[in-house]
């Protein structure tokens, strides 16, 4: 390499380009910006053949503009543009009164207290049970490896007859949808917190028998304090699994209300901007969930001593 | 195990099936005593829970599940009783306790034993859970039998089996349908153009910074209620269950490529720029190796993820077959043990998938520190 | 005991020794070479106006503490950093254009074997990218782990050897494309001293049967002085050179020869060296 002065002194736009907060949010905003056009370009493209169908049909003199702002506006599209969903969400959400029946908040908090009451119970079931296992050799040799193999079983598919079987006994409503959602996620969570409990170094443990420390003291100062990284991994797999199960135990007796019952109502009515309006509502109450637990955690790891 | 715990336990079982004796086996029913075959065998596993209860350690693990599968046996043969069956009362039931009893503590003897021998460990770690597995289903049986609980509320487990094996031809379709088109090909196509994309994102540094912040987003929602928009881009048919299969296989296979890809440490990167090598043979040579691990993992999730979501897709509409179509109208109709077949099919089918991919992993990443424990 | 007197030359860092030679080929041909890079704390000049020739066959080591700019120094010569200022030619070309005819070959600290790759394969893999034929990889292979005296472990696994044998493996695959040029990061840094001994032994059987040009990283002061034919001490905060050192013990050295006074002397040497360059301060 011959001598050459790459000297430190950048023009302005490099140091523009460098900065450190241009450069963490430009891909991010950058990818998103595409993906947008992406989707308006496909929403045009998809919704072409419809609109120039229905100006047929009609009999009306079309040109290639009509045909183009048709497809940003068609009623029963096959591909919403993105203004699209926002206006009917915005309308959904803000447009009615939170409790009407008409209300995407409505239905969102019917979802979310099923999730959420499911949530709770899965959690406490699964570290029960987690606790359980860590303690008993015989349980950790008998049960968990049907806990294991109950991962890889969908689940997901047992959601119709639980409906169905607590239908019959008499339980409707919040409560068997609630189950539903505490069964599936009280599996990932029991397997979560076992890695967890078992997860400090052997020296430490031999550590604490140094001490004479009793089997509730190791469990107090050592095994909940190295489990809490997996206690909140786990907890945010559990949430989203709780909410889609939620929202699939509304499919099978055609529920009436809750975002389920949304998406259901939206394709058997045709109503494509509405189905996508419940399916933001639904990646929106996803979003927020997890994000509150990543609020917890954070404040629980610095109250622990993480950087 | 405490010896005495173990002792104590058979004994119990013992004195049970002595209760099975006098007690009497259904109302107004005759006693144990006068079916010829049945009480013989009773009094068998009584000795051998005796004769297990002498011992009190490992050699007492032969008899006692000997005896507990006899008792087993025996409870089920009266079973076939109608009289029985339905209305069991306190002598039946106390040789359900016998066989229940001494199953528990020959397995928790069992699980007790510390072995250093790598050979009946790994014995020892199937036998528990397949005999705790066993001795549930068997409860199970009994339980439903015994109280006469209706079928349409909860079938015993040989009312699903019967109607699994009786109802082969269509079990199978279901699973072309539903496997085989749905779930099969959305996977391949998920976790190819997952990988793909993890490629490209890894080749351009701008494209992998923008796209894994948004991978884990998607990687969070509810993927599964695209369903109904796939059904009316694709259509009834599997097409839109394949569809629905590949977005939800596709994030988790994009954040897991992405991480491992740049899981190749600082020094073989080196390594390779001081041989002058191409992206594309450091890509084929380091990168892609050293994210294999990463890649099984997201195999193996997306095994699981696959066909929940093609059964929940079929949940939303679906022509006359697939395992979600027949669970749904099954249940509807109250037909449960159909329902519980194609629960059994689904386990079945989620579990071969699983353990293939397992071992597609072990044999391809044989390398890793995890298997060298 | 050696029959040759080791001819010792105090000769500065500018000089060059007496040789009694024709004048050899320059390999590395360094001139000024600086690198400064941001940190959050200030500029950090890793290395300032360093200069260095190395003749073909020499056994140059660089030794001096962290931070001194002896791994960046070796680094700039292999392409893997920038210099941002100064002259380098390396066997005649720039560095990159070094680097990209695959002139030297590098030993890290750690092995960097790949572990999904057996011992064979991992020894061909420079191979494989350079385009070598299948018969002239085996044959390479083959002939290289020899010379590392571990033949017979071709199916085996890296995470089945232990540490120092990996090592030997990584210099092997290091040499197994014949470059002009062996670059050695501290590559024993990691071994115990006992395994560091033989190697130090095995490397310079190597370097005397193959006679190859030798640039070696180290922390070691016996080390150093044992293998090399050159010294260079370096000194941190800036990076540059403090001495050039001279050592020319008789080829068939042993360790034994580490007990003996001029040993011992040279060895002073570079410790004066290394403190005058404020190495020993907090």
Not at chain 1, 108 to 122: N, P
Request: contains cysteine; charged residues 15%.
């Amino acid at each position: 390499m011959t001598s050459s002065s790459l000297a430190l002194a950048p023009s302005s736009a490099r140091t523009l380009a460098r900065h450190p907060l241009v450069e963490r949010y430009a891909p991010i905003l950058t990818t998103v910006l595409a993906l947008v056009a992406i989707w308006y370009i496909a929403a045009v493209a998809m919704n072409w053949t419809l609109v120039k169908d229905s100006f047929e049909r009609e009999e009306t003199p079309y040109t290639v503009s009509d045909i183009l702002a048709g497809t940003m506006d068609a009623e029963r599209p096959l591909l919403p543009a993105p203004h699209q969903i926002a206006e009917n969400f915005f309308d959904s959400v803000f447009g009615y009164p939170p409790l009407a029946p008409r209300s995407l908040v409505y239905h969102s908090l019917v979802t979310l207290s099923a999730t959420l009451l499911g949530f709770v119970l899965g959690a406490i079931f699964g570290i029960v049970l987690a606790l359980m296992i860590v303690h008993s050799r015989v349980l950790e040799r008998s049960l968990l490896p049907w806990i294991i193999c109950s991962q890889m079983v969908p689940i997901l598919a047992l959601a119709p007859i639980f409906i169905v079987v607590l239908g019959a006994i008499g339980l409707q409503g919040l409560l068997p949808k609630a189950i539903i959602s505490a069964y599936l996620c009280f599996f990932p969570i029991a397997i979560g917190m076992v890695k967890g409990f078992t997860s400090p170094d052997p020296l430490q443990i031999e550590l604490m028998r140094t001490w004479s420390a009793t089997p509730r003291q190791v469990l107090w100062k050592l095994r909940w304090p190295a489990a809490v990284p997996f206690l909140f991994a786990s907890l945010k797999v559990a949430i989203t699994i709780s909410l889609i199960g939620a929202i699939v135990a509304e499919l099978p007796t055609g529920a009436e209300a809750g975002i389920g019952a949304r998406l259901l109502a939206g394709s058997y009515y045709g109503q494509t901007v509405q189905l996508w309006s419940a399916l933001v509502a639904s990646a929106v109450l996803s979003w927020g969930l997890i994000s509150i637990i990543s609020l917890i955690e954070r404040g629980v790891n610095r109250g622990m001593g993480a950087r | 195990m405490d010896p005495r715990k173990f002792r104590l336990g058979l004994l119990f079982a013992v004195a049970a099936i002595t209760l099975a004796f006098v007690a009497p086996l259904a109302h107004g029913e005759p006693m144990l005593l006068l079916r010829p075959g049945r009480w013989q065998a009773a009094t068998g596993a009584g000795v051998l829970f005796a004769l297990a209860a002498w011992f009190a350690d490992w050699r007492g693990l032969a008899p006692g599940l000997a005896g507990a599968i006899i008792a087993a046996a025996v409870s089920l043969l009266l079973l076939r009783d109608p009289a029985i069956a339905g209305s069991a009362a306190a002598g039946f039931w106390a040789i359900v306790v016998t066989a229940w009893l001494a199953a528990a503590m020959c397995v928790t003897h069992l699980a007790s034993l510390r072995t250093i021998r790598k050979q009946r460990k790994r014995m020892i770690n199937i036998a528990v859970p397949l005999l705790f597995g066993a001795t549930i289903f068997y409860l199970w049986e009994v339980a439903v039998r015994g109280f006469g609980v209706p079928p349409v509320l909860l079938p015993s487990p040989s009312a699903a089996a019967s109607r699994f094996l009786s109802s082969l031809p269509t079990l199978a379709a279901d699973f072309n349908q539903t496997f085989i088109r749905g779930v099969l090909i959305g996977y391949a196509i998920g976790c190819g153009a997952g990988l793909l994309v993890a490629i490209l994102a890894h080749r351009f540094e701008f494209l992998g910074r923008g796209l894994l912040p948004l991978g884990n987003f998607f990687s969070a929602l509810p993927l599964v209620g695209i369903a109904p928009i796939m059904v009316m881009w694709f259509g009834f048919d599997w097409p839109s269950k394949a569809a629905v299969v590949a977005l939800v296989t596709f994030f988790p296979m994009l954040v897991n490529a992405i991480a491992g890809l740049s899981a190749a440490g600082h020094i073989e990167r080196d390594l390779l720029r001081s041989y002058a090598a191409s992206h594309r043979q450091s890509l084929t040579k380091l990168y892609l190796p050293a994210a294999l691990p990463f890649i099984f993992n997201a195999l193996k999730i997306n095994a699981t993820l696959a066909l929940i979501g093609a059964i929940v897709a079929e949940f939303f509409g679906t022509p006359t077959q697939g395992i979600g179509f027949r669970i749904s109208t099954e249940a509807g109709r109250m037909a449960l043990d159909m329902v519980w077949a194609e629960i059994a099919l689904a386990a079945l089918a989620g579990m071969a998938f699983y353990g293939f991919v397992t071992l597609a992993e072990r044999a391809t990443t044989f390398w890793h520190p995890s298997y060298r424990t | 005991m050696a029959l040759i007197e080791p001819h010792i030359s105090f000769a500065g860092p500018a000089e060059q020794p007496p040789t009694d030679t024709a004048p050899k080929r320059l390999v590395v041909d360094a001139e000024n070479i600086s690198l400064t890079f941001e940190t959050a704390d200030g500029k950090v000049d890793a290395l300032s106006n360093v200069s260095l020739k190395v003749g073909e066959g020499e056994f140059v080591s660089f030794i001096g503490p962290s931070g001194c700019g002896k791994t960046t120094m070796l680094r700039v010569i292999a392409d893997l950093q920038q210099p941002t200022s100064g002259s380098l030619r390396v066997n005649g070309m720039s560095a990159e254009a070094a680097r990209l005819a695959r002139s030297y070959g590098y030993v890290f600290q750690a092995p960097a074997l790949f572990p999904w790759r057996s011992i064979e394969k991992n020894l061909k893999l420079p191979l494989e990218i350079m385009g070598f034929s299948e018969a002239e990889q085996q044959q390479r292979a083959e002939h290289y782990l020899s010379l590392v005296n571990l033949t017979g472990f071709e199916r085996k696994f890296p995470w089945q050897l232990s540490g120092g044998m990996q090592q030997r493996v990584s210099i092997a695959r290091a040499l197994s494309f014949d470059p002009a040029l062996l670059l050695m990061d501290e590559p024993f840094g990691a071994l115990d001293e006992i395994v560091r001994d033989h190697l130090n032994e095995q490397l310079l059987q190597l370097w005397r049967t193959m006679g190859k040009t030798v640039l070696f990283v180290t922390h070691s002061i016996p080390e150093a002085v044992f293998l090399s034919s050159r010294i260079v001490v370096m000194s941190p905060r800036p990076g540059r050179i403090i001495d050039i050192i001279d050592c020319n013990f008789p080829p068939d050295r042993s360790l034994e020869i580490r007990e003996t006074p001029e040993f011992l002397k040279i060895a002073q040497r570079v410790r004066n060296g290394l403190r005058a360059g404020h190495s020993y301060d907090e």
